[in-house]
């Protein structure tokens, strides 16, 4: 449920089995990411789980509601005689994007970044159905465009890339974005609330669904996952990383 390709690793030794969770989506809000295989339950023993958002303030609204949203930020920037610049990680989220925001409802032209586009070919190789869009090129004249929506790598905002767009209003779309400070700190006009990681009420479906009586929490906030899981019962723990604060850098791993 996270990105095309993410896996699960089980393991059984001496009738005991644990599972390693890799990155996976499970919304409270019961969405689907329906650019990768859904996120499968496996029963097991001990549970290392992800917990990128684990704490209760990321719980993610609708789908379909915060796609509204962004067609709506969408129809006013082409109102005002603008672009949109929409950002998001070329892996998983763009083609989320895409599949979300490139429909009969459009307002506008969608293209895309050319590392969005060369992602998206490996996704229709893979048999994932995206909608056709336009890639950007030296060549795209967007004085000739109207009210276009372009999906680029975060990597782009204030680059000269980005300034070729001519008048334009940016995005960026991350579970980050349900961090005042996190928009902020980013400098975009709007920040949209979109996540390919589980929210807090996805992790405990998630490991509810395992049946596990340990847990294992790594890469994120797992202090309170662990506390709150301890207090449920569950011999819980956390196991620390090398990873660091991804909510503001530049590195592609698809929040």
């Known amino acids: 449920g996270h990105v095309l390709g993410s896996a699960q690793v089980r393991l059984e030794h001496g009738g005991d089995v644990w599972v390693v969770s890799g990155d996976y989506f499970v919304s409270g809000a019961g969405d689907a990411n329906t650019t990768c295989a859904p996120f499968e339950p496996v029963r097991c023993d001990v549970f290392i789980t992800e917990s990128?958002?684990?704490?209760?303030?990321?719980?993610?609204?609708?789908?379909?509601?915060?796609?509204?949203d962004m067609r709506a930020w969408w129809a006013d920037c082409a109102a005002q005689g603008k672009h949109a610049l929409l950002m998001g990680y070329s892996l998983g989220k763009a083609q989320r994007l895409v599949a979300?925001?490139?429909t009969d409802e459009a307002p506008g032209p969608v293209l895309v970044h050319g590392a969005v586009a060369r992602l998206n070919e490996a996704y229709r190789a893979a048999g994932v159905a995206l909608p056709d869009v336009e890639t950007v090129t030296p060549e795209t004249n967007f004085k000739k465009l109207r009210g276009a929506l372009v999906i680029?790598?975060?990597?782009?905002?204030?680059?000269?890339?980005?300034?070729?767009?001519?008048?334009?209003?940016?995005a960026f779309a991350s579970g980050w974005m349900r961090l005042r400070g996190a928009r902020r700190r980013?400098?975009?006009?709007?920040?949209?609330?979109?996540?390919?990681?589980?929210?807090?009420?996805?992790?405990?479906?998630a490991?509810?669904?395992?049946?596990a009586e340990?847990?294992?929490?790594?890469?994120g906030d797992e202090g309170a996952l662990v506390r709150y899981l301890t207090e449920l019962g569950l011999q819980a723990e956390a196991f620390a990383t090398e990873y660091g604060d991804e909510a503001l850098t530049g590195v592609e791993v698809g929040a």
């Open 52 to 68: 990128t958002f684990g704490l209760p303030i990321y719980r993610w609204a609708p789908q379909t509601e915060v796609l509204e």
């Open 100 to 102: 979300g925001l490139a």
């Open 152 to 170: 680029a790598p975060p990597a782009v905002q204030d680059s000269r890339w980005a300034k070729a767009l001519g008048p334009h209003s940016d």
């Open 186 to 205: 980013r400098s975009v006009d709007r920040g949209f609330v979109f996540s390919d990681h589980a929210d807090w009420p996805g992790l405990l479906s």
């Open 207 to 211: 490991i509810r669904a395992t049946g």
């Open 214 to 219: 340990r847990v294992i929490v790594t890469h």
